[in-house]
């Protein structure tokens, strides 16, 4: 490819100055060059990594889960057990976790500061647990809820030592995809992530012959 003399190395002939090799070879920029500064690629690799999963794949769908659904769930003093709200949630859970068949999920159960930790952190556990068997029960395959772990007393909404409902709660979170690949999706990333939106915006069907076919 032949090198187009630029203007400072036109300036530096004319000028009779002398140039070092080195500094000649720096004066010898691709048409161009100096504006792009190669971060025109940048966007293109952007789209890349987010098409293929591996830009914030899981951030991105874990802010959707917790915008669109409730992810908590609370519970009586000392109890595992699931009121009416608490079924009526996790139900809009188990609705939204099935669009995404691709995608695993995580029960994290919390207490009060009521009682000791080591106590709390078991109450925690079978919290999340009794989450589990309900997501389960509407469907979700068992081995999409990611290992169930329990914070106990650790992580409190509010920091009190009194009884505190908002501090007996379960979270639910999106922890990644079900293959450990996050190849899994393989440029599909908007036809997963926005499954809803594409869904929708299918033509239901069409008119032939004065009749309307599906």
């Known amino acids: 490819m032949k090198k187009l003399m630029t203007t400072a190395m036109a300036a530096a002939l004319l000028a009779g100055c002398s140039t070092t090799s080195d500094e000649y070879a720096r004066l010898q920029y691709e048409a161009g060059a100096v504006i792009d500064n190669g971060q025109f690629g940048n966007a293109t690799m952007n789209n890349v990594m987010v098409q293929s999963a591996q830009e914030d794949y899981r951030v991105n769908l874990a802010r959707r889960f917790a915008s669109e659904i409730e992810s908590t769930v609370t519970f009586e003093f000392n109890s595992t057990e699931l009121d009416a709200n608490a079924r009526q949630i996790l139900s809009l ?17 919390h207490t009060d500061l009521v009682g000791s930790q080591a106590y709390n952190r078991r109450l925690g556990l079978r919290r999340a647990q009794k989450v589990v068997a309900f997501l389960t029960a509407q469907g979700i395959d068992r081995s999409r809820l990611e290992a169930v772990a329990s914070f106990g007393e650790t992580q409190p909404l509010v920091a009190t030592n009194d009884r505190e409902r908002r501090n007996r709660r379960t979270v639910t979170e999106v922890s990644g995809f079900v293959a450990s690949d996050p190849m899994v999706i393989e440029g599909k990333y908007a036809q997963v992530i926005y499954r809803e939106y594409i869904t929708s915006a299918t033509r239901v069907g069409a008119i032939e012959g004065g009749g309307i076919s599906e």
Request: glycine share 6%; no cysteine.
């Open 93 to 109: 859970q188990a609705d939204w976790i099935r669009q995404f068949p691709e995608v695993r999920f995580k029960v994290y159960g």
